[in-house]
Nanobody, 125 residues
Framework: QVQLKESGGELVQAGGSLRLSCAAS????????MGWLRQAPGKEREFVSY????????YYADSVKGRFTISRDNAKNTVYLQMNSLKPEDTAVYYC??????????????????WGQGTQVTVSS
């Protein structure tokens, strides 16, 4: 099991930027595929971005493509999500999670375990 702790969420105006961090302890994140997912009030948890295990492969939801960037700092055992050109519809609790079920698509929340507690991102119009 790995413990994940997200940070960096806050209230920001539309068009602004934030960088979310996901710090891990217990396991080395470079050994795993890691994802960012989010959940808005009244909605199901949805995929945002994924960084493949030991690869440079990254994937994004269509809604954030071109605006968000996922990255890793293996020395710090941390995964980041840089979010630019934020929109009110990006408002949600953002979670990082470790992917364990590689028979499940990377965009499926059911393929992830070891979720963090989440960090709130609120984008005002």
């Amino acid at each position: 099991q790995v413990q994940l702790k997200e940070s960096g969420g806050e209230l920001v105006q539309a068009g602004g930027s934030l960088r979310l961090s996901c710090a891990a302890s217990g396991r080395t994140l470079s050994n795993y595929g890691m994802g960012w997912l989010r959940q808005a009030p009244g909605k199901e948890r949805e995929f945002v971005s994924y960084s493949g295990q030991s690869t440079s492969r990254t994937y994004y939801a269509d809604s954030v493509k071109g605006r968000f960037t996922i990255s890793r700092d293996n020395a710090k055992n941390t995964v980041y999500l840089q979010m630019n050109s934020l929109k009110p519809e990006d408002t949600a609790v953002y979670y990082c999670a470790r992917r364990t079920d590689y028979n499940t698509p990377y965009y499926s929340p059911s393929g992830y375990v070891d979720w963090g507690q989440g960090t709130q991102v609120t984008v005002s119009s």
